[in-house]
């Protein structure tokens, strides 16, 4: 599925990088009391964006786990 240039941008870049406009917190997780990552909707494309906090460098990074807009579904007829 397409997502916007804004999420392909931020897929994969360091969890220090900024959130930008144009996106919608939609959930937080916490490991023993301190944050551990959080999920957004992005506004244009609908994907759902990770902010991961924990576990080694490479790992704390921005990822787009569900991709944007999905193509509309078939008009069902029974």
């Known amino acids: 599925m397409e997502v916007c240039d804004?999420?392909?941008d931020i897929d994969g870049c360091?969890?220090?990088?900024?959130r930008?406009?144009?996106?919608?917190?939609?959930g937080?997780?916490?490991c023993n009391g301190t944050l551990a990552l959080e999920h957004y909707r992005c506004d244009?494309?609908?994907a759902v964006i990770a902010r991961r906090f924990m576990g080694d460098t490479e790992e704390r990074i921005w990822?787009?786990?569900?991709g944007g807009q999905r193509p509309p579904l078939p008009h069902c007829s029974a």
């Open 6 to 8: 804004r999420c392909a």
């Open 14 to 18: 360091p969890v220090d990088t900024q």
């Open 20 to 26: 930008q406009e144009g996106v919608t917190l939609i």
């Open 28 to 30: 937080v997780a916490e």
């Open 44 to 46: 244009e494309c609908q």
């Open 63 to 66: 990822s787009v786990i569900e």
